[in-house]
Nanobody, 125 residues
């Protein structure tokens, strides 16, 4: 059974940093795109960052320059390092993975087959 489990969320102040982790189990995702999305109350789900199936990092405009995505632990863990947090970053953050090998289409939620339950990030002003 494939599982994606996020951790690392919490309450921080504006300007702080936070690191989220997503541990994948049940199968290997080497060669498969993995990404972070977020959803704030009353807003649409937003693409944040991904590692494509060919290993390239891709960032959404709202987090470019502030967030860094990378894989760790023999690539079984997806990490999102978030710096210079602002109150607008408050949301539920979800990890996702695709089942299409070497996919380079990474910004659309519809392309992801596996999702974690999410971890909540709250940034106070």
């Amino acid at each position: 059974q494939v599982q994606l489990v996020e951790s690392g969320g919490g309450l921080v102040q504006a300007g702080d940093s936070l690191t989220l982790s997503c541990v994948a189990s049940g199968r290997s995702f080497i060669g498969y795109a993995m990404a972070w999305f977020r959803q704030a109350p009353g807003k649409a789900r937003e693409f944040l960052a991904a590692i494509s199936g060919t290993g390239e990092p891709v960032y959404g405009d709202s987090v470019k320059g502030r967030f860094t995505i990378f894989r760790a632990n023999e690539k079984n863990t997806l990490v999102l390092k978030m710096d210079m947090l602002i109150p607008e970053d408050t949301a539920d953050y979800h990890c996702a993975a695709q089942s299409r090998l070497y996919s380079t289409i990474v910004a659309r939620a519809i392309d992801y087959n596996y999702w974690g339950q999410g971890t909540k990030v709250t940034v106070s002003g």
